[in-house]
């Protein structure tokens, strides 16, 4: 199989799987116990989150089960800490479902939501945003990478548009850490990322952050400095720092996105929906009057892996909040797939890939 | 065009007259340590400066990194070597200024000339390079006299060279050029500091700890390891005396009443501290003692402890503020680690009520019916001795797995 479902999830590397199995073995002791033990578990925790914090060039790590849970610690944490300042927050229509439900339950509380629009690529106006922001405007939380249709939101533009402002910015790099380079010089106050999208494994991530006092979520024993309570999975934060380490921008994605985008120039019936310049890794096209779920299973007949749009909403009937938002047109809506890159994916795999998506477009057409 | 060398200028040291080669020699001895692993370099000391060279210029960017850590250095310059060719030597000295702070600065070159046969004469190439610069930074001015930037040239037989920054070094005098003292090392905020003020007056460490398990645990030894490993990163390496105390202490709270315990207590630690100084061959006992802060630190108590030993005890921070020795801890990367939670041996034994004008005479009065000679002689027996900077054998199994 050739598995081209990468911002679904990964598969996990070797080394990044034999350091989750070395140290269940070795440093399963839980890192707040005081025996000797204990503080080795607690040393190499300790290692773990400062190298995960000097990668992402942020000053705090809060280990979390994955991006879900940091994108709900980010947004209530925050939410909850300042309210007494503002209840106003923004973030963007085609956000992730785990940023756009916590703050539809913070709207149910009295809170303030603005979701601003975006373009046919998924893109947000900075001048819109500019024009929304309010002296109670405590967060605006975006994503750095849209899942969907890898459309890249320009963070750091708005980190420094808010740094000398009272307002938080949550990024959702999920889908970019690892994969795109950051600007150091202005990173956001919080920043969610999950393991398993960098071929790390599943039920692992971390909120980072830098200067700002979020409330805990979940809360307990207070482990992670009170923040997200519950025994520290050692292995899982070693796993990760490892996984992040080995992560890097891929040379051949680029390549093979524009190599794509000419190859759909042959189709008419077939429009490309990801901005040219989105991330590398991630190309979403619709193709006229057929559903998606028909080319799925079509590729998968000839051994090849993608999906409709993001992996959350292709179980549902629906059509995506995020195709809804960039105003597909109707006869494009439901044929709508996502095709994506990780580091295994190889000069061959799109050769194929070319290949069976011929066929099947030709099967198709022929019905 | 290449930064091959460092010119290094000494502290004080130039004013210490007989002495002076011992300074020298112990500083270049220092030096030579910090920069051991660096295998191309090159230290020539000579009476007024020092050079140290290499061919790699990797390695004369680490010592350049490394070098205002090192006591007895009042500062420093990064020597960039040019052909003997005026074209070469302007690039070579727009390179050289390029890398300055130069807004609102005033400037100025000045040349020697050793290399009598190079064509040019000095005030020729006072006057090629410094108008090359000056049109090249036009936000720099010429000053004849003290100019903020002195672009330094001297031209040899072999090639020129040129430097202009200055960085500052650690100020101080080497560390062992005073001696050897014996440091009490609780693992607070105080003693690193007290630790740091002696190394900068150029006295090397030996640090003592008292140690009471299982009333401490392994976090705060490991705690005062790390506080210890910091230290040994002055140019000098350190040992540490690390004392089975529990036993002494529990004997203490046999024998005297407990509002003078804690007297008691350092009296005893002192009394060790004598054995190991010693042992150690130190001439002095150093503390972070600072006057007021605590019960045991008021002019009463402090003349109490010191009654029992005629060594020298040097407290260097007696009159200084906490917030400045605050400070100072956070300078030389200690602080975080002074306040990592975990209790040392006098905080777990601490009488609700110590006194704070203990009276000696009642004290030896207490201490008179055992001798405790016998426990001071065990402890210092058993001590374990540690040196450092110290290669951590979990390091390298955590390094794999991350």
């Known amino acids: 199989m050739i598995y081209l479902d990468n911002s679904a999830t990964t598969k996990p590397k070797k080394e990044i799987l034999e350091t989750f199995v070395k140290a269940n073995e070795q440093f399963y002791a839980n890192p707040a116990s005081l025996h000797q033990m204990g503080n080795a578990a607690e040393d190499l925790l300790e290692k773990a989150r400062a190298q995960i914090a000097g990668l992402l060039h942020m000053k705090h790590v809060a280990f979390t089960s994955g991006g879900t849970e940091s994108n709900n610690l980010a947004i209530f944490g925050t939410a909850f800490a300042y309210k007494s300042r503002g209840k106003h927050i923004i973030t963007a229509a085609t956000e992730h479902p785990s940023v756009l439900n916590s703050l539809g339950a913070l709207e149910e509380q009295g809170f303030e939501i603005t979701r601003l629009p975006v373009d046919h690529f998924g893109r947000i106006s900075l001048d819109e945003l500019k024009n929304t922001l309010r002296s109670d405007t405590i967060l605006v939380s975006l994503m750095h990478v849209n899942n969907e249709l890898g459309t890249v939101h320009p963070i750091a533009d708005i980190a420094r548009l808010l740094k000398n402002t009272r307002t938080f910015f949550h990024v959702d790099g999920v889908q970019s850490i690892g994969k795109l380079a950051f600007d150091q010089t202005a990173m956001p106050d919080l920043l969610t990322m999950s393991a398993h999208k960098i071929h790390g494994l599943k039920a692992s991530g971390v909120l980072a952050f830098n200067d700002v006092e979020f409330k805990a979520v979940q809360v307990g024993g207070g482990q992670e400095a009170g923040l997200r309570s519950g025994t520290v999975s050692v292995p899982h934060a070693a796993a990760l720092a490892k996984a992040l380490r080995l992560a890097e921008p891929h040379r051949g994605h680029q390549k093979w996105n524009h190599d794509l985008r000419d190859f759909f120039m042959n189709y008419p019936n077939v429009k490309v929906l990801s901005p040219a310049e989105g991330a590398p890794h991630i190309l979403s096209i619709a193709a006229k009057g057929i559903k998606g779920e028909i080319l799925v299973s079509g590729l998968q007949k000839e051994g090849i892996i993608v999906s409709t749009s993001s992996a959350c909403s292709s179980k549902s009937r629906e059509t995506s909040h995020v195709i809804e938002a960039i105003r597909v047109p109707r006869d494009y809506r439901d044929g709508v797939i996502r095709i994506s890159f990780g580091a295994f994916t190889t000069q061959q795999d799109i050769r194929h890939f070319k290949k069976a998506f011929e066929r099947v477009n030709r099967l198709i057409k022929g019905v | 065009m290449k930064t091959n060398q460092i010119l290094v200028r000494y502290g004080e040291l130039s004013t210490k007259g007989k002495n002076r080669n011992s300074f020298i020699g112990r500083l270049r001895d220092n030096v030579r340590q910090t920069f051991a692993d660096l295998g191309g370099i090159r230290i020539k000391a000579e009476r007024d400066r020092m050079f140290i060279a290499s061919d790699n210029e990797a390695e004369i960017e680490q010592a350049i990194r490394r070098l205002p850590k090192v006591f007895g250095i009042q500062s420093f310059s990064p020597v960039t070597e040019a052909e003997l060719d005026m074209d070469a030597m302007k690039q070579t000295a727009f390179r050289v200024v390029e890398k300055l702070d130069r807004t609102g600065k005033t400037f100025k070159v000045s040349v020697k000339r050793p290399n009598k046969a190079f064509p040019l004469e000095k005030l020729e190439i006072m006057h090629e390079i410094g108008s090359h610069v000056l049109r090249s930074f036009p936000e720099l001015s010429v000053q004849m006299q003290h100019p903020d930037i002195e672009l330094k040239v001297e031209i040899r037989e072999e090639a020129a060279y040129m430097m202009a920054e200055v960085i500052q070094g650690a100020g101080g005098l080497p560390v062992g050029a005073g001696g050897k003292g014996l440091l009490m090392l609780s693992g607070g905020i105080d003693s690193p500091v007290a630790g740091y003020h002696m190394l900068k007056r150029g006295v090397r460490l030996e640090l003592i700890h008292f140690f009471s398990p299982p009333f401490t645990n392994d976090r705060a030894k490991e705690k005062v390891f790390d506080l210890a490993e910091k230290l040994s990163q002055f140019g000098s390496s350190v040992n540490l005396h690390i004392i089975p105390f529990t036993k002494l202490q529990q004997e203490v709270?046999?024998?005297?009443?407990?509002?003078?315990?804690?007297?008691?207590?350092?009296?005893?630690?002192?009394?060790?501290?004598?054995?190991?100084?010693?042992?150690?061959?130190?001439?002095?006992?150093?503390?972070?003692?600072?006057?007021?802060?605590?019960?045991?630190?008021?002019?009463?108590?402090?003349?109490?402890?010191?009654?029992?030993?005629?060594?020298?005890?040097?407290?260097?921070?007696?009159?200084?503020?906490?917030?400045?020795?605050?400070?100072?801890?956070?300078?030389?990367?200690?602080?975080?680690?002074?306040?990592?939670?975990?209790?040392?041996?006098?905080?777990?034994?601490?009488?609700?009520?110590?006194?704070?004008?203990?009276k000696l005479d009642k004290v030896e009065y207490y201490e008179n019916f055992v001798s405790f000679d016998e426990f001071i002689q065990e402890a210092v027996d058993q001590r374990e001795i540690v040196k450092f900077p110290q290669v951590k054998k979990n390091g390298a199994v955590y390094e794999d797995l991350l």
């Open chain 2, 253 to 358: 709270h046999k024998q005297v009443p407990d509002n003078i315990t804690m007297t008691s207590t350092r009296r005893m630690m002192m009394r060790v501290a004598d054995k190991v100084l010693e042992e150690t061959n130190c001439k002095a006992i150093i503390t972070g003692e600072s006057l007021g802060q605590v019960a045991s630190q008021t002019l009463e108590s402090l003349s109490a402890i010191n009654a029992v030993t005629r060594t020298p005890v040097l407290r260097p921070l007696i009159a200084a503020d906490k917030l400045d020795i605050i400070e100072t801890a956070q300078k030389i990367g200690t602080y975080d680690i002074s306040i990592r939670p975990y209790e040392d041996c006098c905080t777990i034994f601490t009488p609700a009520n110590p006194k704070t004008k203990p």
